[in-house]
């Protein structure tokens, strides 16, 4: 069963800093690309960031460029994004992509 589990979102004061985690399962991780996924409160969804399959090469949207990273450990099977540098208009529901398997969606919410 090919499943993707994201976790590590939660409440951070603006400024602060948050790790996301998407665990995968089901399918040969190590030849996807991998992306984060965002959906702001009544907003469509917004593309974050992309990591071809073997980590070397990663993109990110104007929005979050230069605050986010994103990485991912082969060995682990797991995707990572980390936010620094929080802003209110970051919090929404982040969901981890690949291809057509999408996670069920971490919360993120920026506020004082």
């Known amino acids: 069963q090919v499943q993707l589990v994201e976790s590590g979102g939660g409440l951070v004061q603006p400024g602060g800093s948050l790790r996301l985690s998407c665990a995968a399962s089901?399918?040969?991780?190590?030849?996807?690309?991998m992306s984060w996924v965002r959906q702001a409160p009544g907003k469509g969804l917004e593309w974050v960031s992309d990591i071809d399959n073997g980590g070397s090469n990663t993109y990110y949207a104007d929005s979050v460029k230069g605050r986010f990273t994103i990485s991912r450990g082969n060995a682990k099977n797991t995707v990572y994004l980390q936010m620094n540098s929080l802003k209110p208009e970051d919090t929404a529901v982040y969901y981890c992509n690949a291809g057509r398997t999408w996670g069920q969606g971490t919360q993120v919410t920026v506020s004082s």
């Open positions: 089901g399918f040969t991780f190590s030849n996807s690309a």
